[in-house]
C-alpha cells in the first residue's frame, strides 16, 4: 500500500513536470514548498478572517525564491529536493524506510492538515 501511494503520487509528480516543461524536481519543491503551504496560509488566514497576511507573505516569499534563484532556479530545487530526500531518510532512525516516510510526510500529514482545516473553515 505504501509503495503504491508513493509511485502514485510519484507518477503524477511526474505528468505534472511533464505538463509544464519543469523538472520533477522543481514540481516536487514548487508543490511541497510553496503551493500546498499557500493553500494552508489562505485557509489559515480564512478561518481567522483577518486581512490575508499569512498568504500574502508567503506568497512574497515564494515569488522571492524563485526570484532569487532565476537563473539556477533548476539546481537550487536539485539542491532542495536533496535535503528532502535527507531529511525522509533520517526516519529509518525510528524504522521508517524511504517510501514510509515519503507517505507518512508528504501525503497522510498534508491531508491530515487540509482535514483540520477544513474542519475549521466548516465551524
Given amino acids: 500500500m505504501i509503495t503504491t501511494i508513493f509511485?502514485?503520487?510519484?507518477?503524477?509528480l511526474v505528468k505534472i513536470a511533464q505538463k509544464v516543461n519543469l523538472t520533477y524536481n522543481e514540481v516536487n519543491i514548487?508543490?511541497?514548498?510553496m503551493i500546498v503551504p499557500l493553500t494552508w496560509c489562505i485557509m489559515l488566514d480564512l478561518?481567522?478572517?483577518s486581512w490575508p497576511w499569512m498568504s500574502v507573505v508567503w506568497l512574497?516569499?515564494?515569488v522571492a525564491v524563485i526570484w532569487w534563484h532565476r537563473k539556477d532556479f533548476s539546481t537550487w530545487c536539485d539542491w532542495a529536493f536533496e535535503k528532502s530526500v535527507n531529511f525522509l531518510l533520517w526516519f529509518r532512525r525510528i524504522g521508517w524506510n524511504y517510501?514510509?516516510?515519503s507517505v507518512i510526510i508528504c501525503v497522510v500529514l498534508p491531508i491530515a492538515i487540509y482535514v483540520i482545516l477544513i474542519t475549521l473553515l466548516a465551524i
Avoid: E
Avoid at 7 to 12: G, I, P, R, S
Avoid at 30 to 33: G, N
Fill in 60 to 62: 512574497a516569499l515564494c
Fill in 47 to 49: 478561518i481567522f478572517s
Fill in 7 to 12: 509511485n502514485k503520487t510519484a507518477l503524477l
Fill in 30 to 33: 514548487i508543490v511541497y514548498y
Fill in 99 to 101: 517510501y514510509k516516510a
